[in-house]
């Protein structure tokens, strides 16, 4: 069974300090892992998809890496806007659709 | 524009109201998906349309029923909803069902007295 699991629960941070977020999975045959942004009461936004093992992708102050059975959101010198939770997502298929298995997310709080 | 656009923002609906969520997106995207998001959880799929034929149904109480009248809007028709049925309703799409990320819309807060 295709399964995520993200770590830590919550994080507290003070602004600057850097860190990292972890996401491991068990899926049978790895087609993306994805990355998304959410804030309270919002949609997720999507931030990185990561295909292959080895493969890295940087936006502003995120960067997201892959090996083959975890994936890593490293956030360097995080402002307060960063606070929000982040969920890891793997595409799993079903009766030939996509379809995406979430984390339980991590929540983040960078305080100033 | 990777914009997903969803109607109402709330709705507040009694159990034997009938009312209706509106996704939209014209980005050319072919798969559409409904996710239903309690508090402090990850977005659970509902359905999802492929070329708006629906593909999957995650065993959805049939007082939920989707919508797809054309490649660009999604419809979810609620009907005798229960309160536990109160959450947000994400509304998501991508340009194939896949390999391809999905964009979400900015959800729906349903309220059900």
């Given at each position: 069974e295709d399964q995520v699991t993200q770590s830590p629960e919550a994080l507290r941070l003070q602004e600057g300090e850097s860190s990292s977020l972890n996401c491991s999975y068990t899926v049978s045959g790895l087609r993306g892992l994805f990355w998304y942004r959410q804030d309270p009461g919002k949609g997720p936004e999507f931030l990185f998809t990561l295909y292959s093992a080895g493969e890295e992708k940087e936006k502003e102050r995120l960067k997201a890496t892959l090996t083959k059975k975890e994936s890593f959101l490293h956030i360097t010198?995080?402002?307060?806007?960063?606070?929000a939770t982040y969920l890891c997502a793997v595409q799993a298929f079903e009766r030939g659709a996509q379809k995406l298995v979430f984390g339980q997310g991590t929540r983040l709080t960078i305080n100033p | 524009d990777t914009e997903v656009t969803q109607t109402p923002k709330h709705l507040v609906m009694g159990m034997t109201n009938k009312k209706s969520l509106k996704c939209e997106q014209?980005?050319?995207?072919?798969a559409m998906y409904w996710y239903k998001q309690k508090a402090k959880k990850p977005p659970e799929l509902m359905f999802v349309y492929s070329y708006e034929k629906l593909?999957?149904?995650?065993?959805?109480?049939?007082?939920f029923s989707p919508e797809c009248p054309n490649s660009s809007l999604l419809n979810l028709h609620l009907h005798?909803?229960?309160?536990?049925?109160?959450a947000l309703y994400l509304c998501a799409s991508s340009?194939?069902?896949?390999?391809y990320e999905q964009y979400f819309g900015p959800g729906t807060r349903l309220t059900v007295t």
């Amino acid at each position: 069974e295709d399964q995520v699991t993200q770590s830590p629960e919550a994080l507290r941070l003070q602004e600057g300090e850097s860190s990292s977020l972890n996401c491991s999975y068990t899926v049978s045959g790895l087609r993306g892992l994805f990355w998304y942004r959410q804030d309270p009461g919002k949609g997720p936004e999507f931030l990185f998809t990561l295909y292959s093992a080895g493969e890295e992708k940087e936006k502003e102050r995120l960067k997201a890496t892959l090996t083959k059975k975890e994936s890593f959101l490293h956030i360097t010198a995080p402002k307060p806007e960063d606070s929000a939770t982040y969920l890891c997502a793997v595409q799993a298929f079903e009766r030939g659709a996509q379809k995406l298995v979430f984390g339980q997310g991590t929540r983040l709080t960078i305080n100033p | 524009d990777t914009e997903v656009t969803q109607t109402p923002k709330h709705l507040v609906m009694g159990m034997t109201n009938k009312k209706s969520l509106k996704c939209e997106q014209h980005m050319g995207h072919r798969a559409m998906y409904w996710y239903k998001q309690k508090a402090k959880k990850p977005p659970e799929l509902m359905f999802v349309y492929s070329y708006e034929k629906l593909s999957i149904n995650e065993s959805v109480p049939s007082r939920f029923s989707p919508e797809c009248p054309n490649s660009s809007l999604l419809n979810l028709h609620l009907h005798a909803l229960q309160p536990e049925d109160s959450a947000l309703y994400l509304c998501a799409s991508s340009l194939r069902d896949r390999d391809y990320e999905q964009y979400f819309g900015p959800g729906t807060r349903l309220t059900v007295t």
